[in-house]
Structure formats: C-alpha cells, structure tokens
C-alpha cells in the first residue's frame, strides 16, 4: 500500500475581509473578500489554484505570507508541517522555509543591484551555504547557473531592476524564490511576460521542485498551463473555492463536477474559447447562497441557501447539485 504523502501546507476555513471607510469618518464595516477557503498542499504536489481576475487569488498567496495590508484582518488556520502559524511563525518562515514569486516586479528592491536581491542576505547566504568567502563562492555558482537556464547573461546580476524588461524581471523574481531551496514555494502568476518556452521551463522547474519532496502553490489564471504541472487544481470563484479535482479528471469532462469548472474547460483555447456569458460578480455585490448561480443552467431555489462542501468522486466540490444527494 502506498504510503500517503505528508502535508507541507494546510488552510482551513479561511476567511478574509477588508474594513471599510468613508472618507475620514469612523470605519463603516467589514468587506469579506476570501470567504471559508480550505487547501492542502503535500510533499511532492503541486496544487494550482485557478479563477478569473478578482476571485481572491492572490489575497490567498498574501495571507499564508503573512503580508497582508494593514486594514485586512484573517481568519481561520494555517499549518505549515503539521504546526500551526500564526503571525509570528510566518514571519518566521517567509523567505526561508516558504518562498513566494509575488505577481508584481514592484517586489524588486529598485536601489539594490539584482544579483544581491537573487543570493540574498549574508546570515541568509550563510546559512543556506556555509560561512565567509566558501559560501560566497558557492552562492554565487549557484546564482550563475539559474541565470543560464532563464536565459539570462551573467551581466544581469550588476544590473538594477529597472535596467530590466518585464519578463526579465519576472525571471529575476522566480530565481530569488528558488535560490533559497525552500520547503514550499507559492508562486503568483510567475509567467506573464515570459514567452511560451520560457514559460513552460519555468512549470517544469516547479514540477522538478515538488518531484524532490517539496510543494509548490500555484497560482494562476492560466489552466492550459497549470494542466501540464499541476496534480490538482483548485478552483476559485468570487472568493471561495467551488472545486478541486485531480487533473486526470480534466481529461474526460464529464469526471468534472462544478458548472463554473466546466466553463473554464471549455474556455482553454483547444476546445475552441467557449466564453460563458455574464461576469463575476464583485464581492460587493454577491447573490445569495453559491456566487455562480446567475451564470448557472442548473440553478434552481435551494442554490440561493447555505450549500457546503462534498466529496465527490475523490474530489470536493461545492454545489447544490451533489449536496441534494449527498
């Protein structure tokens, strides 16, 4: 029997919410915006979070960081190895441990030259290679070689972030994240502004990086792409979860259990962009019960209620239509 995996990161009911405020008056209320998410990354896996624009994603990536604005307050739990984290334990872990390629090359340092910001730290370098000039040594080969296999010339490192192109930067910021050889790797849409090759080289690092025992978070809005890497896939809709299933499940579209699953299925370019009319609706703005429903074909009354989350078919989906027969 094989042994199952064990979990790098666990997220239980997560919840997320802005305050609210209305010019300089006292704060108005709470804006939830991640609402009563669960996800669970094991050694070895790389588990895709997938959606449109504005569906949480990487308010998620931010929030097991750590590193959520200060008017946003968080709720729920995050283990990290069987731990539970709070602020301090992430704080702790960020950088070292769990690494993020954030969405913005704004997290590039713009008064620091980028081979300090890949190598990092000298207490981090030495501690990730040995003390003095040996781990300097051995950093910086390091260093080189990353830069080779993204097509990036050594010159690079003397450079600032803003002698950078977009894509070059978006490399810069995924060779800092696997410089540090961390546990677990959450990256943020790591690929626009990279071509197709690059792009595809960048995944199969993260596979060959989860393959070795660690776990990679990915988040994306690029299904195509996650389908190629990804183990699972967790799907996001007006910030909450309302499927995960195992990407063999994408293969036969039928295995797929969520409405809003199969639309971005049938959105992916091979199956000939088949766009779902409406848009999500801004949290502001959320129906009652599943935020899908105006968009749905089988919505019926019960959709409008409380519809929790069901296994089914060793995937979880939330969905009125398999929790009337549960």
Not at 20 to 45: H, W
Not at 145 to 170: I, N, Q, T
Not at 199 to 205: I, L
Not at 224 to 247: C, H, N, P, Q, S
């Amino acid at each position: 029997m094989m042994e199952e995996k064990k979990e790098l990161l666990r997220i239980e009911h997560l919840t997320v919410s802005f305050a609210q405020y209305e010019k300089r008056s006292a704060k108005q209320g709470e804006l939830p915006v991640i609402r009563d998410l669960n996800v669970t990354v094991r050694e070895g896996e790389i588990v895709a979070v997938v959606g449109s624009s504005g569906s949480g994603k990487s308010l998620l990536a931010h929030a097991i960081m750590g590193i959520l604005p200060a008017n946003a307050a968080a709720s729920g739990s995050i283990f990290f190895r069987g731990s539970a984290c709070g602020g301090a334990e992430l704080k702790a872990l960020r950088g070292r441990e769990i690494a993020l390629v954030p969405q913005s090359v704004n997290y590039l340092d713009p008064l620091m030259k980028v081979g300090r910001q890949i190598i990092g730290e000298t207490k981090k370098r030495q501690k990730l290679f040995g003390e003095a000039d040996q781990g300097k040594r051995q950093a910086e080969a390091r260093m080189r070689d990353l830069l080779g296999r993204y097509g990036l010339a050594d010159e690079v490192a003397d450079l600032y972030p803003f002698e950078l192109s977009g894509g070059m930067a978006r490399r810069v910021l995924l060779l800092t994240a696997l410089m540090r050889q961390p546990r677990l790797i959450i990256a943020d849409e790591p690929t626009p502004g990279m071509d197709l090759a690059l792009a595809k080289q960048a995944m199969q690092d993260f596979r060959t990086f989860a393959d070795d025992g660690n776990g990679v978070l990915l988040i994306t809005h690029d299904l195509e792409l996650a389908l190629e890497v990804a183990d699972r896939i967790v799907v996001f809709y007006a910030g909450t979860t309302v499927e995960e299933a195992k990407v063999a499940d994408f293969a036969d579209e039928t295995l797929l259990r969520h409405p809003y699953t199969r639309a971005l299925h049938e959105a992916l370019p091979g199956r000939g962009f088949a766009a779902l009319p409406g848009t999500q609706p801004y949290v502001k703005d959320l129906p009652a019960g599943c935020p899908f429903a105006p968009r749905c074909a089988d919505r019926r009354e019960a959709c409008d209620g409380e519809i929790p989350v069901v296994c089914v078919r060793g995937g979880r989906v939330r969905c009125i239509l398999y929790t009337e027969n549960s």
